[in-house]
């Protein structure tokens, strides 16, 4: 301003002096209703047109540090200021200038995730007080046949409180119906109810391969005819509307886990890696007993690992893995890793969630962070996976949410 350029320098001035302004209202937006500003960078658009700005921000911090060295006329200082004012302004240049291109990197790759994840506009509306969203884990590795969720559970989270419970449910349910209205009712009168060939994880695959047709607006919704059918036999066994559905795509699973930079696990008992013989000859080796801190390797087979345990151990330790990613979920943590975070989870997750909702649901799990979730697994001796009493189901759901409240 003093020596150079006077308009260049009232540029770089009202640039600066406008993104603390907009530092300081989103603060205060923050402080006031947090929501509202989770709200507003959540939405791609404005995370996009800020990751512009800040680039060009960038651009004329480097600029203007450069222009300061210049007009400085360093031959002119003793040789020890000399050598002082260009180490503290080639700081200054190159750290300001990195911080905000950092800032920008994050608010590009932070748009881009979030557009392509939440791709569905709109907001969903809580039913009998609560947000219900089914938890899909599809296996589609090399050894599987199409997609089958062998993970299934619901997340029923209080709209009010943010307290949470987990209900998971066997993939080895059997004589399931569907909820009525569901156009599965036509082709199946009396149920999913063929035995053992008629688990409730076939269900997906089972639509996808041959009732497509019955849910035509699927795709347009961000959604599948199999997450319908499977949807639709859920809200049947568990009596709960459901809003929506995020599904985990196990064959990308790893990515994230390393994105993360690994979990801890205490493993209990002595797993299996791969096979398919009974007998464990074709195994590729064995993830051992005690504490371990798991690459996305491991950890995928940990919690895929079938063989010489239940289907209920597998689901223990799916709950495990679970949890542990989402302690990894710090703020220092996620920063530092955020663009390998982000890719990782674009391959790995789909969901109906629309983006109105990412405010609500943040602001939930903040409350949630507090309190410790619930877990009720549907599993046996409590249900018979075979001919499961679904009234008496109900009538847990509703005992645990219950017992959520006692507990608040």
């Known amino acids: 301003m003093l020596a150079g350029n006077r308009k260049f320098a009232r540029v770089g001035i009202t640039a600066t002096l406008g993104f603390w302004a907009l530092m300081i209202i989103l603060l205060g937006l923050g402080l006031i209703h947090k929501s509202w500003l989770i709200s507003l960078v959540s939405q791609p658009i404005i995370d996009g047109v800020l990751a512009v700005l800040l680039f060009g921000y960038a651009i004329l911090f480097a600029i203007l540090s450069l222009d300061t060295l210049r007009l400085m006329q360093l031959g002119r200082l003793y040789n020890r200021e000399r050598w002082v004012a260009f180490t503290a302004i080639v700081l200054a240049g190159v750290l300001g200038t990195s911080a905000i291109s950092y800032a920008g990197n994050l608010a590009g790759v932070s748009a881009g995730a979030l557009g392509t994840i939440f791709n569905q506009s709109g907001t969903t509306q809580p039913v009998d007080g609560r947000y219900n969203i089914l938890l899909l884990g599809a296996d589609s590795g090399a050894d599987r046949f199409g997609i089958r969720p062998d993970s299934i559970s619901v997340i029923s989270i209080n709209a009010t409180t943010g307290q949470a419970v987990n209900i998971g449910i066997p993939r ?43 849910y035509p607006e699927a795709a347009k919704h961000g959604s599948t005819a199999g997450v319908e059918a499977t949807r639709e036999a859920v809200e049947y066994v568990t009596g709960l509307k459901i809003q929506s559905y995020v599904m985990v795509d196990m064959s990308a699973f790893a990515s994230l886990v390393d994105a993360l930079g690994g979990i801890n696990i205490d493993v209990k008992e002595r797993l299996p890696i791969g096979g398919q013989k009974l007998d464990l000859s074709d195994i590729k080796g064995w993830i051992e007993v005690g504490p371990q801190h798991m690459d996305g390797y491991l950890a995928m087979w940990y919690a895929r690992s079938r063989h010489s345990t239940t289907d209920y151990d597998r689901m223990r330790r799916q709950r495990e893995v679970e949890n542990e990613i989402l302690h990894q979920f710090d703020p220092a943590n996620v920063l530092t890793r955020f663009q390998s975070i982000a890719s990782a989870g674009t391959k790995l997750v789909k969901t109906d969630i629309p983006n109105g909702m990412l405010a609500t649901y943040v602001e939930l799990a903040t ?7 619930t877990s009720l697994e549907l599993v046996p001796p409590t249900v018979d996976v075979i001919h499961p009493n679904f009234d008496s189901i109900h009538q847990m759901v509703q005992a645990a949410f219950a017992a959520e409240t006692k507990n608040q």
């Open 367 to 373: 409350k949630l962070k507090s309190m410790k979730m």
């Open 172 to 214: 080895n349910l059997q004589h399931v119906s569907f909820v009525a209205g569901s156009p599965l009712l036509k082709v199946y009168p009396n149920g999913w109810n063929c035995g053992v060939e008629c688990l409730i994880n076939a269900i997906y695959k089972d639509t996808t391969d041959n009732h497509s047709d019955l």
